[in-house]
């Protein structure tokens, strides 16, 4: 199995105005490809700052951090653009562009990425039929559900055929009904479509649905269970 | 990303918020209608001296005429005394030098130079033309009608009546203005009537009136506002015998020389030639000078009145900057989503710029075509004579420079004012642009 995430002895320090805070104190983490991995933590735990380290947002301050086999404190900021588009980010407020349409903010995703237009315009009605969409398609997000608006963020985040999808509380800001439909579309994408997926929240009965729960609390890994089905 | 793109979601962004982008091009607009509805007038306006000046002035031919001219001063570049000060003065400010011009230097003249085809005196004078009682104020011309007419072939020309090649002492010709000074139907003399010839004889004291009756034998066709040196539409033309004892002069307000060829070198040599044989006493003008000097004057002023324009397109350049900083500071978490998408710093900063060459071309050519339009009001109102006078015409010009200059004018005040604001905004760290609320 090749190896998405491969963090060794990771920090990661920034300065809350003068103060120097420690959000990461020496984190060891490896995801293999086909993992469904969930990293729980109370606020503070660093979860976040994991989160942005992971999805290629932000360079650790010491450790080595390799996304696709590649360590990202080398890279500059292009080169970690580009990194971004092999990571399919999806976020707890969604992040849709509000002017956009749905199958246009799938789409845009995809024309950073450089695709031509006639390619990318059938790919995102693809993708939007696979997050059940299909009636949804021109509809703008403020003319969505909470759950709608992130199954179009999954359908966006996995245009570009990424090497995994990133999720930071994807169900935070949805009611639990929907939630669990989310759920199951995750699941869904990792079982049926073997999508690598790891996502970050503070839930633990979301946390427990992954195949592996990582337990971060003041900026470590504290514990680690596999669940066996 | 590619440009299509790009551009695609930078006109997204301007959609969202009309009214703002409306206003931010209307900045543009203004500034490029200023510009460019000023500039086509005052090209329009030397377009159209410049060809009643060509009329007037045949390549091929110097006006001679006594004491230092302020133009001669002005296009010689050599005498440096002062030129500045003294303006624009087409027939000469003759300076007080005592010297003057007689009628058979023309003799003198025509041997200076092979070059010199031939040459005849112009005796000027202010007077009236009196028919009927009403008197109206004209310059009155002593000439050799044959060589006027050959020289001023274009313009010396009869719309009723006939020119008389061999005049009696009292036949004259007469500007369409002088007969007809309201330039309609009411005509206050015509060819063939009788009327009175006035100058008032300064030189005697008391001053007197001199007159005498002339029959008008033709009058002219409209010549236009500028016959520099050649007919005008308010000039009495008389033989210059009848000139010499009429005025109780031989004494002549310029000479014009015809030259045999009108290449540059020929003008400027003879030119030097008649100059130095006068001693530096009389000004010769050709129309090579006469342009050039107008198309200076002409670039100064646009140049001014383009400087103006351009600083109002200035601060619509400032509100641009604004509005792309505030719409920089609203759409934060927008760019982090971008960036974190894969977008990289440059396509943000190329998407902020694609808004601003948007708005740039759109109000680069609406502003266009509105100073266009302004340019045709204006010349219609000038026409109309709304500004006084009889009415003036000029036809704008819109030069393809005018045009391609505005047009990147407009859109390189919008791209270089946008620089700063998206320059920021590419520089935006995604994790505190995603942040953002």
Do not use: H, Y
């Given at each position: 199995m090749p190896t998405l995430v491969e963090a060794v002895n990771l920090t990661k320090t920034y300065m809350l105005g003068k103060v120097p805070v420690e959000a990461l104190r020496g984190v060891n983490l490896k995801v293999e490809a086909g993992d469904f991995i969930s990293i729980l933590g109370p606020s503070g735990s660093g979860k976040s700052t994991m989160l942005n380290l992971i999805g290629a947002l932000d360079k650790p301050t010491s450790g080595t951090l390799l996304i696709d086999g590649v360590d990202?404190?080398?890279?500059n900021d292009n080169q970690l653009a580009d990194l971004r588009r092999r990571i399919g980010f999806v976020f707890q407020f969604f992040n849709?562009?509000?002017?956009?349409?749905a199958k246009d903010n799938v789409e845009l995703s995809m024309s950073i990425a450089d695709m031509n237009r006639a390619e990318r315009g059938k790919r995102a009605s693809e993708l939007l039929e696979t997050v059940g969409l299909k009636d949804r398609v021109n509809h703008k997000p403020a003319e969505l559900s909470g759950g709608q608006q992130q199954r179009v963020a999954i359908a966006r985040a996995l245009a570009n055929n990424p090497k995994f999808l990133l999720l930071d509380?994807?169900?935070?800001?949805?009611?639990s009904k929907t939630a669990n439909e989310i759920l199951s579309l995750i699941k869904k994408l990792n079982v049926e479509h073997n999508v690598s997926i790891i996502m970050v929240t503070h839930d633990q009965h979301l946390a427990r649905e992954a195949k592996r729960v990582v337990q971060m609390f003041d900026g470590q890994i504290t514990s680690e269970v596999v669940n066996q089905e | 990303m590619k440009t299509v793109d790009i551009f695609g979601y930078s006109f997204s962004a301007i959609k969202l918020r009309k009214l703002r982008a409306a206003l931010t091009i209307l900045g543009v607009v203004i500034g490029i209608a200023a510009i460019v509805a000023l500039l086509s007038i005052t090209q329009g306006l030397q377009a159209t001296i410049t060809t009643q000046l060509q009329k007037g002035l045949s390549t091929n031919t110097l006006i001679v005429t006594p004491g230092q001219s302020a133009l001669a001063q002005a296009t010689s570049g050599?005498?440096?005394?002062?030129?500045?000060?003294?303006?624009?003065n087409l027939g000469g400010s003759r300076a007080s030098s005592g010297f003057n011009l007689y009628v058979n230097y023309t003799q003198v003249i025509d041997a200076?130079?092979?070059?010199?085809?031939g040459s005849f005196a112009v005796i000027e004078r202010s007077g009236y033309v009196d028919a009927d009682g009403i008197n109206s104020s004209v310059t009155i011309y002593g000439v050799n009608f044959a060589q006027y007419a050959q020289q001023y072939s274009k313009t010396f020309?009869?719309?009723?009546?006939t020119i008389p090649l061999?005049?009696?002492?009292n036949e004259t010709v007469v500007g369409t203005l002088v007969n007809n000074p309201g330039q309609?139907?009411?005509?206050?003399?015509?060819?063939?009537d009788d009327v009175g010839i006035v100058w008032?004889?300064?030189?005697?004291?008391?001053?007197v009136n001199e007159t005498y009756t002339a029959q008008v034998s033709a009058v002219l066709q409209k010549i236009g506002g500028f016959g520099v040196g050649g007919p005008s539409d308010s000039g009495v033309y008389i033989p210059l015998s009848q000139a010499e004892s009429f005025f109780g002069t031989?004494?002549?307000s310029m000479i014009i020389v015809q030259l045999k060829s009108s290449n540059n070198a020929t003008v400027t040599d003879v030119s030097e030639d008649i100059t130095n044989y006068f001693g530096g006493q009389v000004s010769v003008i050709s129309a090579t000078a006469v342009l050039s000097l107008l198309s200076t004057v002409f670039g100064t002023i646009q140049l001014f009145l383009g400087g103006i324009a351009a600083i109002s397109l200035l601060v619509a350049g400032i509100a641009i900057m604004n509005i792309m900083i505030v719409s920089l500071i609203e759409r934060t978490r927008e760019i982090g989503i971008l960036k974190a998408l894969g977008m990289k710093s440059r396509t943000v900063l190329n998407i902020f710029l694609g808004e601003s060459v948007i708005i740039g071309v759109i109000g680069s050519f609406v502003g266009i075509a509105l100073g266009w339009i302004l340019a045709n009001i204006t010349a219609k109102l000038l026409a109309s004579g709304a500004f006084g006078g009889n009415g003036f015409r000029v036809t704008p010009l819109l030069t393809p420079e005018v045009f391609l200059g505005a047009l990147g004018f407009g859109i390189g005040v919008s791209v270089i004012f946008a620089l700063y604001p998206a320059w920021r905004a590419s520089k935006l760290k995604p994790v505190e642009a995603l942040r953002y609320e």
């Open positions: 990202i404190s080398k890279l849709l562009i509000p002017r956009l349409t509380e994807p169900t935070g800001n949805i009611d | 050599s005498s440096g005394s002062g030129a500045g000060g003294q303006g624009f200076l130079s092979p070059e010199i085809d020309v009869a719309a009723s009546g061999n005049p009696t002492d309609n139907s009411t005509l206050l003399f015509k060819a063939g008032t004889n300064g030189t005697t004291l008391p001053v031989d004494q002549c």
